[in-house]
T-cell receptor, first 115, second 113 residues
Framework: SAVISQKPSRDICQRGTSLTIQCQVD?????MFWYRQQPGQSLTLIAT?????????ESGFVIDKFPISRPNLTFSTLTVSNMSPEDSSIYLC????????????FGPGTRLTVL | AQSVSQHNHHVILSEAASLELGCNYS??????LFWYVQYPGQHLQLLLK????DPLVKGIKGFEAEFIKSKFSFNLRKPSVQWSDTAEYFC???????????WGAGTKLIIKP
Protein backbone atom coordinates (compact mmCIF):
# COMPACT_ATOMS: atom_id res chain seq x y z
CA SER A 1 0.00 0.00 0.00
CA ALA A 2 0.97 3.64 -0.35
CA VAL A 3 0.92 6.15 2.49
CA ILE A 4 -0.24 9.57 1.44
CA SER A 5 -0.05 12.81 3.38
CA GLN A 6 -1.67 16.11 2.54
CA LYS A 7 -1.02 19.63 3.73
CA PRO A 8 -2.86 21.54 5.00
CA SER A 9 -5.43 19.27 6.58
CA ARG A 10 -7.88 22.13 6.67
CA ASP A 11 -8.03 25.83 5.98
CA ILE A 12 -10.45 28.72 6.01
CA CYS A 13 -9.84 31.22 3.23
CA GLN A 14 -11.23 34.49 2.01
CA ARG A 15 -13.02 34.85 -1.29
CA GLY A 16 -10.68 35.77 -4.13
CA THR A 17 -7.55 34.24 -2.62
CA SER A 18 -5.73 31.06 -3.67
CA LEU A 19 -4.68 27.99 -1.72
CA THR A 20 -2.10 25.39 -2.67
CA ILE A 21 -2.57 21.87 -1.37
CA GLN A 22 0.38 19.50 -1.20
CA CYS A 23 0.30 15.75 -1.62
CA GLN A 24 3.27 13.58 -0.63
CA VAL A 25 3.49 9.82 -1.20
CA ASP A 26 5.93 7.52 0.57
CA UNK A 27 6.82 5.67 -2.63
CA UNK A 28 7.12 6.40 -6.32
CA UNK A 29 3.80 6.08 -8.10
CA UNK A 30 2.87 6.48 -11.71
CA UNK A 31 -0.70 7.68 -11.39
CA MET A 32 -1.79 10.52 -9.13
CA PHE A 33 -5.22 12.06 -9.07
CA TRP A 34 -6.97 15.00 -7.47
CA TYR A 35 -10.58 14.68 -6.39
CA ARG A 36 -13.16 16.96 -4.86
CA GLN A 37 -15.83 15.85 -2.43
CA GLN A 38 -18.43 18.54 -1.92
CA PRO A 39 -20.70 18.39 1.11
CA GLY A 40 -23.19 15.57 0.83
CA GLN A 41 -21.90 14.45 -2.54
CA SER A 42 -19.68 11.75 -3.94
CA LEU A 43 -16.15 12.19 -5.18
CA THR A 44 -15.56 14.04 -8.41
CA LEU A 45 -12.31 13.64 -10.32
CA ILE A 46 -10.70 17.00 -11.01
CA ALA A 47 -7.63 15.88 -12.93
CA THR A 48 -4.87 13.36 -13.39
CA UNK A 49 -1.51 14.76 -12.35
CA UNK A 50 1.10 13.78 -14.94
CA UNK A 51 4.76 13.80 -14.08
CA UNK A 52 6.69 15.97 -16.46
CA UNK A 53 3.71 17.24 -18.42
CA UNK A 54 0.50 19.17 -18.02
CA UNK A 55 -2.28 17.63 -15.97
CA UNK A 56 -5.27 16.05 -17.70
CA UNK A 57 -8.45 17.80 -16.60
CA GLU A 58 -11.94 16.38 -16.46
CA SER A 59 -14.92 18.11 -17.98
CA GLY A 60 -15.86 21.16 -15.95
CA PHE A 61 -12.37 21.75 -14.53
CA VAL A 62 -9.76 24.03 -16.08
CA ILE A 63 -6.10 24.69 -15.51
CA ASP A 64 -6.56 28.38 -14.76
CA LYS A 65 -8.83 27.53 -11.82
CA PHE A 66 -7.02 24.39 -10.60
CA PRO A 67 -3.36 24.51 -11.64
CA ILE A 68 -1.54 21.29 -10.79
CA SER A 69 2.14 20.54 -10.51
CA ARG A 70 3.80 17.11 -10.51
CA PRO A 71 7.55 17.65 -10.31
CA ASN A 72 8.38 14.02 -9.47
CA LEU A 73 6.85 10.62 -8.82
CA THR A 74 6.14 11.22 -5.12
CA PHE A 75 4.77 14.76 -4.96
CA SER A 76 2.02 16.90 -6.43
CA THR A 77 0.27 20.18 -5.67
CA LEU A 78 -3.20 21.42 -6.47
CA THR A 79 -3.97 25.13 -6.31
CA VAL A 80 -7.50 26.37 -5.94
CA SER A 81 -7.40 29.83 -7.50
CA ASN A 82 -9.57 32.89 -7.03
CA MET A 83 -11.71 31.02 -4.55
CA SER A 84 -15.41 31.46 -4.00
CA PRO A 85 -17.70 29.86 -1.40
CA GLU A 86 -18.67 27.25 -4.01
CA ASP A 87 -15.11 25.91 -3.79
CA SER A 88 -15.69 24.87 -0.18
CA SER A 89 -15.06 21.17 -0.28
CA ILE A 90 -12.73 18.37 0.70
CA TYR A 91 -9.90 17.95 -1.77
CA LEU A 92 -8.32 14.51 -1.97
CA CYS A 93 -5.15 13.25 -3.50
CA UNK A 94 -5.07 9.63 -4.59
CA UNK A 95 -2.55 7.31 -6.18
CA UNK A 96 -2.55 3.97 -7.90
CA UNK A 97 -0.29 1.63 -5.95
CA UNK A 98 2.59 -0.11 -7.65
CA UNK A 99 2.36 -3.82 -8.29
CA UNK A 100 -1.41 -4.01 -8.50
CA UNK A 101 -3.20 -2.21 -11.28
CA UNK A 102 -6.32 -0.20 -10.54
CA UNK A 103 -6.18 -0.19 -6.74
CA UNK A 104 -6.28 3.40 -5.52
CA UNK A 105 -5.18 4.78 -2.20
CA PHE A 106 -6.38 8.06 -0.80
CA GLY A 107 -4.87 10.81 1.23
CA PRO A 108 -6.61 12.15 4.33
CA GLY A 109 -8.02 15.10 2.42
CA THR A 110 -7.89 18.85 2.83
CA ARG A 111 -11.06 20.46 4.14
CA LEU A 112 -11.38 23.90 2.58
CA THR A 113 -13.90 26.51 3.69
CA VAL A 114 -14.18 29.71 1.67
CA LEU A 115 -15.88 32.63 3.33
CA ALA B 1 -22.29 7.19 -20.18
CA GLN B 2 -20.79 4.91 -17.57
CA SER B 3 -22.31 5.32 -14.15
CA VAL B 4 -22.59 3.71 -10.76
CA SER B 5 -25.77 3.86 -8.73
CA GLN B 6 -26.17 3.14 -5.05
CA HIS B 7 -29.76 2.55 -4.17
CA ASN B 8 -29.90 4.05 -0.70
CA HIS B 9 -28.45 7.36 0.35
CA HIS B 10 -29.15 6.79 4.04
CA VAL B 11 -29.55 3.55 5.95
CA ILE B 12 -30.27 3.29 9.67
CA LEU B 13 -29.97 -0.07 11.39
CA SER B 14 -29.78 -1.43 14.88
CA GLU B 15 -26.75 -3.32 16.09
CA ALA B 16 -26.72 -7.00 15.08
CA ALA B 17 -28.99 -6.35 12.11
CA SER B 18 -27.94 -7.66 8.72
CA LEU B 19 -26.77 -5.22 6.09
CA GLU B 20 -26.98 -5.15 2.34
CA LEU B 21 -26.05 -2.06 0.34
CA GLY B 22 -26.89 -2.12 -3.32
CA CYS B 23 -24.56 -1.09 -6.12
CA ASN B 24 -25.25 -1.29 -9.84
CA TYR B 25 -23.11 -0.10 -12.69
CA SER B 26 -23.70 0.57 -16.34
CA UNK B 27 -20.91 -0.83 -18.48
CA UNK B 28 -20.99 -3.91 -20.64
CA UNK B 29 -17.31 -4.82 -20.61
CA UNK B 30 -14.84 -6.06 -18.05
CA UNK B 31 -14.81 -4.13 -14.81
CA UNK B 32 -12.88 -3.91 -11.59
CA LEU B 33 -15.14 -3.24 -8.62
CA PHE B 34 -14.50 -1.63 -5.27
CA TRP B 35 -16.17 -0.70 -2.04
CA TYR B 36 -14.57 2.10 -0.05
CA VAL B 37 -15.51 3.20 3.44
CA GLN B 38 -15.09 6.58 5.08
CA TYR B 39 -15.46 6.58 8.85
CA PRO B 40 -16.37 9.89 10.51
CA GLY B 41 -13.40 12.22 10.41
CA GLN B 42 -11.19 9.73 8.59
CA HIS B 43 -10.05 9.32 5.02
CA LEU B 44 -11.28 6.85 2.48
CA GLN B 45 -10.18 3.26 2.95
CA LEU B 46 -10.52 0.29 0.69
CA LEU B 47 -13.01 -2.20 2.12
CA LEU B 48 -12.80 -4.83 -0.58
CA LYS B 49 -12.24 -5.25 -4.28
CA UNK B 50 -13.03 -7.60 -7.13
CA UNK B 51 -10.72 -8.05 -10.11
CA UNK B 52 -11.45 -11.60 -11.26
CA UNK B 53 -12.09 -15.13 -9.98
CA ASP B 54 -14.52 -16.00 -7.21
CA PRO B 55 -17.38 -13.50 -7.45
CA LEU B 56 -17.89 -13.61 -3.69
CA VAL B 57 -15.26 -11.34 -2.23
CA LYS B 58 -14.43 -11.06 1.44
CA GLY B 59 -13.07 -7.82 2.81
CA ILE B 60 -12.02 -6.38 6.12
CA LYS B 61 -14.18 -6.22 9.25
CA GLY B 62 -16.51 -9.02 8.19
CA PHE B 63 -17.76 -7.37 5.02
CA GLU B 64 -18.30 -9.26 1.80
CA ALA B 65 -19.62 -8.43 -1.65
CA GLU B 66 -20.93 -10.51 -4.49
CA PHE B 67 -20.34 -9.67 -8.12
CA ILE B 68 -23.28 -10.74 -10.27
CA LYS B 69 -22.30 -10.01 -13.83
CA SER B 70 -25.73 -10.67 -15.30
CA LYS B 71 -27.22 -8.06 -13.00
CA PHE B 72 -24.33 -5.59 -13.23
CA SER B 73 -24.34 -5.56 -9.46
CA PHE B 74 -21.79 -5.62 -6.64
CA ASN B 75 -23.79 -5.51 -3.43
CA LEU B 76 -22.07 -5.16 -0.07
CA ARG B 77 -23.18 -7.35 2.82
CA LYS B 78 -22.48 -7.93 6.47
CA PRO B 79 -24.45 -10.46 8.52
CA SER B 80 -24.35 -8.54 11.80
CA VAL B 81 -23.44 -4.87 11.98
CA GLN B 82 -21.80 -3.08 14.87
CA TRP B 83 -22.01 0.50 16.05
CA SER B 84 -18.46 1.00 14.75
CA ASP B 85 -19.69 0.34 11.20
CA THR B 86 -21.28 3.78 11.17
CA ALA B 87 -19.67 5.37 8.12
CA GLU B 88 -20.23 6.34 4.53
CA TYR B 89 -19.81 3.58 1.97
CA PHE B 90 -18.90 4.19 -1.65
CA CYS B 91 -19.11 1.75 -4.52
CA UNK B 92 -16.70 2.40 -7.39
CA UNK B 93 -15.98 0.83 -10.75
CA UNK B 94 -13.07 0.92 -13.16
CA UNK B 95 -14.08 -0.13 -16.67
CA UNK B 96 -11.55 -2.35 -18.46
CA UNK B 97 -7.99 -1.40 -17.62
CA UNK B 98 -8.62 2.28 -17.15
CA UNK B 99 -7.36 3.83 -13.94
CA UNK B 100 -10.23 6.24 -13.51
CA UNK B 101 -12.69 5.27 -10.84
CA UNK B 102 -16.36 5.94 -11.45
CA TRP B 103 -18.02 6.57 -8.11
CA GLY B 104 -21.42 5.95 -6.72
CA ALA B 105 -23.06 8.72 -4.70
CA GLY B 106 -22.37 6.96 -1.41
CA THR B 107 -24.56 5.51 1.32
CA LYS B 108 -24.50 6.92 4.81
CA LEU B 109 -24.92 4.07 7.27
CA ILE B 110 -25.91 4.81 10.84
CA ILE B 111 -25.94 2.02 13.39
CA LYS B 112 -27.98 2.63 16.50
CA PRO B 113 -26.41 1.16 19.64
Amino acid sequence: SAVISQKPSRDICQRGTSLTIQCQVDSQVTMMFWYRQQPGQSLTLIATANQGSEATYESGFVIDKFPISRPNLTFSTLTVSNMSPEDSSIYLCSVVGSGRASEQFFGPGTRLTVL
Amino acid sequence: AQSVSQHNHHVILSEAASLELGCNYSYGGTVNLFWYVQYPGQHLQLLLKYFSGDPLVKGIKGFEAEFIKSKFSFNLRKPSVQWSDTAEYFCAVIPDSNYQLIWGAGTKLIIKP
